[in-house]
Nanobody, 116 residues
Framework: QVQLVESGGGLVQPGGSLRLSCAASGMILRINRRGWYRQAPGKERELVAV???????NYVDSVKGRFTISGDNAKNSVFLQMDSLRPEDTAVYYC??????????WGKGTLVTVSS
């Protein structure tokens, strides 16, 4: 079973930056979009950013201008550059790959804590 593995989370001060990475352990065919979701304590999981196989990106309003999603189709990976981090960005971040057959692959999550 192919798995997604996230890395790059950690503790950072407000205003700081982190770069999250996600890679698949094997080949996943016909991915049509890759995305990052997050879930803060006591809240539902929300979509943060998504990138299509054609490179079109979309972001939740709260991270626009601060986060940048990118992907490497050949390596089945996706990245999230997070700048100007705020305490409200604190959450567990999950990567997701969605295929044309409506299959979803999820990572186990990486914790991002923004605190002074």
């Amino acid at each position: 079973q192919v798995q997604l593995v996230e890395s790059g989370g950690g503790l950072v001060q407000p205003g700081g930056s982190l770069r999250l990475s996600c890679a698949a352990s094997g080949m996943i065919l016909r991915i049509n979009r890759r995305g990052w979701y997050r879930q803060a304590p006591g809240k539902e999981r929300e979509l943060v950013a998504v990138i299509s196989s054609g490179g079109i990106t979309n972001y939740v309003d709260s991270v626009k201008g601060r986060f940048t999603i990118s992907g490497d189709n050949a390596k089945n990976s996706v990245f999230l550059q997070m700048d100007s981090l705020r305490p409200e960005d604190t959450a567990v971040y999950y990567c997701n790959f969605h295929t044309i057959w409506n299959s979803d692959y999820w990572g186990k999550g990486t914790l991002v804590t923004v605190s002074s």
